[in-house]
């Protein structure tokens, strides 16, 4: 029987990078860019559970988000909605 040597959570710590919270992350992403949507969270961030994240940037963090619910068409012709989370720096 093989032995395995399972080493994946050892981190090298000359070349690891620290790592940002979920909630630093979409923080930092609506300062930089004003908006975020779900999607953007998944293929960006791996965060996929985004609305949560933004509750916790409201409510312990004190910041001023706003949702909005935007409905679309894709290319197959189907309705899809989904919501964009926009910083109000106003």
């Known amino acids: 029987m093989k032995k395995y040597r399972w080493q ?7 070349t690891a ?10 923080m930092t992403h609506l300062l930089k860019r004003g908006s975020i949507t779900t999607w953007q969270a998944i293929t960006e961030y791996d965060i996929t559970r985004l ?3 933004i509750y916790r940037l409201k409510n312990e963090q004190g910041m001023a988000i706003d949702s909005n619910l935007v409905t679309t068409t894709n290319k197959k012709g189907s309705t899809k909605r989904f919501t964009v989370y926009t910083l109000n720096r106003g």
């Open 8 to 14: 994946f959570w050892k981190k090298d710590t000359q």
């Open 17 to 26: 990078k620290p790592q940002l919270s979920q909630l630093e992350q979409v």
């Open 51 to 53: 609305s949560a994240v």
